[in-house]
Each structure stands twice: as structure tokens, then as C-alpha cells.
């Protein structure tokens, strides 16, 4: 039923007007899938749905969207990761900042459905810190350009101005890597297997 409705709603939902529903669906279906009710997992996504639907809430998508990539095993939903990939591209089509971040880190790890895409996941990133002020997203762009042998991407002013940003917005890991790889000139020095874990890691 849900990946049916996310499925619709991707159709139909085209402005964002923030709800409060989202965070008290998520908690509906957290409190619901640990005491295994049914009925109070099924109040959350109802209101989940709600606030895709009516409200053309895109915090709603978003959640959405990853309750159906995971699935649910007490309400018998198998994870559906081809449909969640639809809706998260719908959102990154709004600009949408948590499925720009999200997207590009993706393409980053070629991880959950997607091709390796470094070229296009910079600019997803720069995309969110120039239009969202994504700190975590400035971060991960410094390091892509830093490291890139891609001619015209590793400019030094560039690199400078996103770590910047994100050192002053506390991002983990920020500090460390300009001090390690910018400022002692290392090149490639950085080739993390996953930057999802890497990131988590700092």
C-alpha cells in the first residue's frame, strides 16, 4: 500500500509547505514497529501519507521515500528501492536538500541502484551548499575537488572557500582533512571504499 501511494504522490506533489506531521509520523511508526503494533505503524504512515498528499510536504516525501526503501517486516513490506529512487529524484528535481545530499552521496559510492558518478555528484553537493548552505555538503565537495585529477576541478580558491565553510559550521572531519591534505599539498592521498562510512567515521 505505502510504496503504492509514494508511487502517486511522486505524481502529484509539487510545493513544499512544511507539516509537522512528518516527525509525528516517524514517531508513530518507531513506536509502533517496537511494541509490534500494526495498527499504530499504520497510523504513522497514514500520516505520513497525509502530509505528501495534502499538505505537499516534502519532509513527508523524503521519509516516505526511505520507509519504502528499508520496507517494514511487521507490516510485510518487502524494501523497495527501485520506487524509492524515483521519489528521491522527484525530490532532487524541487532541490529538495536532504535528496540532493543523499543522491549525490549515491552516485558517490555507486551504492543503492545508482552508477558511480563523481562529476555529478560534485556538483549535486555544490548545488546543496550554494543554494541550501549544506555544510556537510561543502565538505564532501572540498575533498572531491581536492582530489579529482579531473583538469579545472581542483581549483585551490574553490577548495579553500568550501572547507572554509564548513569548518566554521563545525563539520566533523573538516578541520583534520584541510590540515592532512590541503595545506601539506598531498594529492589522492584519500580513496575511502564507502564515503558513506568514511563520513560516519570522522
Not at 6 to 35: F, R, Y
Not at 83 to 101: C, G, Q, W
Not at 151 to 157: A, E, Y
Request: net charge neutral; glycine share 6%; with cysteine.
Amino acid at each position: 500500500m505505502l510504496k503504492n501511494l509514494l508511487i502517486i504522490c511522486a505524481l502529484v506533489c509539487h510545493t513544499a509547505l512544511a507539516s509537522p506531521l512528518s516527525d509525528g509520523a516517524l514517531q508513530l511508526i518507531k513506536i509502533g514497529n517496537e511494541i509490534n503494533s500494526r495498527d499504530v505503524v499504520l497510523r504513522g504512515q497514514s500520516l505520513l501519507m497525509k502530509g505528501a498528499f495534502d499538505l505537499n510536504d516534502l519532509d513527508a516525501m523524503y521519509e516516505a521515500s526511505k520507509q519504502v526503501r528499508v520496507g517494514n517486516k511487521l507490516m510485510g513490506y518487502e524494501p523497495a528501492e527501485r520506487e524509492a529512487n524515483e521519489a528521491l529524484i522527484d525530490l532532487v528535481r524541487k532541490s529538495y536538500d536532504p535528496a540532493l545530499y543523499d543522491y549525490a552521496l549515491y552516485l558517490l559510492d555507486g551504492s543503492k541502484g545508482f552508477v558511480k558518478n563523481e562529476f555529478l555528484a560534485l556538483n549535486l553537493f555544490e548545488e546543496s551548499f550554494y543554494v541550501h548552505k549544506n555544510a556537510k555538503s561543502a565538505f564532501i565537495a572540498a575533498i572531491i575537488r581536492n582530489e579529482s585529477l579531473v583538469p579545472g576541478t581542483k581549483k585551490r580558491q574553490r577548495i579553500d572557500e568550501l572547507l572554509t565553510f564548513a569548518i566554521l559550521n563545525n563539520v566533523r572531519g573538516a578541520q583534520k582533512y584541510q590540515e592532512k591534505y590541503v595545506q601539506r599539498g598531498y594529492l589522492n592521498s584519500l580513496n575511502p571504499e564507502n564515503w558513506s562510512q568514511w563520513l560516519e567515521s570522522q
